[in-house]
C-alpha cells in the first residue's frame, strides 16, 4: 500500500476516490484521487481533468494518482489548488505498474493516507 503523508501535503484528511476525473466531488473534498478510468499524456493534463470536476473556488490540495500513456508508468502528484490544477509537484513514479489495467486492478485498495 502506498500511504500519503497527509500532514506533510497540507491535506485535512485521508478521503480516497478511486474512479474516472468526471466522478470526483465538486467540493474537492476527495484529498486521494485515483484516476484508473483514463490514461493522461501528462501530469497537467491529469490536474486539468480533474480540476473540471471540483467548482469550490477554495479548490483544497490534492494527491492525483493515474497512468501516464507518455512514461508508460503511474505518477503520484500534489497540486495545491484542485479547482485549477495549478502548482503542480510530481511526487512519486511507480515504475511497477506500467499499464492503466495495473492501476485500475491494483489502485482500489492501495492507496490511503495517514495523518
Given at each position: ?8 501535503l497540507g ?78 509537484s510530481l ?25
Open positions: 500500500m502506498l500511504e500519503v503523508d497527509v500532514s506533510d491535506l485535512a484528511g485521508a478521503t480516497v476516490y478511486t474512479g474516472g476525473a468526471g466522478g470526483v466531488d465538486a467540493s474537492g473534498s476527495e484529498e486521494i484521487v485515483v484516476l484508473n478510468a483514463v490514461s493522461y499524456i501528462s501530469d497537467a493534463a491529469a490536474a486539468e481533468a480533474v480540476a473540471a470536476s471540483v467548482t469550490n473556488l477554495a479548490g483544497p490540495a490534492m494527491v492525483i494518482v493515474y497512468h501516464n500513456s507518455t512514461t508508460g508508468k503511474v505518477h503520484v502528484i500534489h497540486t495545491t489548488n484542485s479547482d485549477t490544477g495549478a502548482s503542480l511526487i512519486a513514479t511507480l515504475d511497477n505498474v506500467t499499464t492503466l489495467a495495473g492501476l485500475a486492478t491494483g489502485g482500489l485498495n492501495n492507496f490511503g493516507g495517514r495523518p
